[in-house]
């Protein structure tokens, strides 16, 4: 079993930047292959960022240069560092793991484990 808890939503205006914090136990962190997601109101879940099969991240069209997904094995916690907020990046922003794979996929049936999700909001 994998758990994750994310921290560092809250409330941004567009431009500015915030950096989410996924802390995993349960696993070694090294191990599990993790993703971002979000949600927004009405919406469907949506893939945000992963790290891909040489470790370099992977990401949507719609944030790729303003988000950077990273990791620290030794904190047990990756990241998303997210800057250029706009409006439309307002969700609520899930981490999710797998042990079954080395890196991670844009589909969020790859993931077995997810976070409790934090929300994001982005005025204008």
């Known amino acids: 079993q994998v758990q994750l808890v994310e921290s560092g939503g809250g409330l941004v205006q567009t431009g500015g930047s915030l950096r989410l914090a996924c802390a995993a136990s349960?696993?070694?962190?090294?191990?599990?292959?993790m993703g971002w997601f979000r949600q927004a109101p009405g919406k469907e879940r949506e893939f945000v960022a992963t790290?891909?099969?040489?470790?370099?991240?992977s990401y949507a069209d719609s944030v790729k240069g303003r988000f950077t997904i990273s990791r620290d094995n030794t904190k047990n916690t990756g990241y998303l560092q997210m800057n250029s907020l706009k409006p439309e990046d307002t969700a609520v922003y899930y981490c999710?793991?797998?042990?079954?794979?080395?890196?991670?996929?844009?589909?969020?049936?790859?993931?077995?484990?997810w976070g409790q999700g934090t929300q994001v909001t982005v005025s204008s």
């Open positions: 790290f891909n099969w040489n470790g370099g991240g």
């Open positions: 999710a793991a797998t042990t079954s794979r080395y890196y991670g996929t844009s589909y969020s049936g790859s993931y077995d484990y």
């Open positions: 349960g696993r070694t962190f090294s191990n599990i292959a």
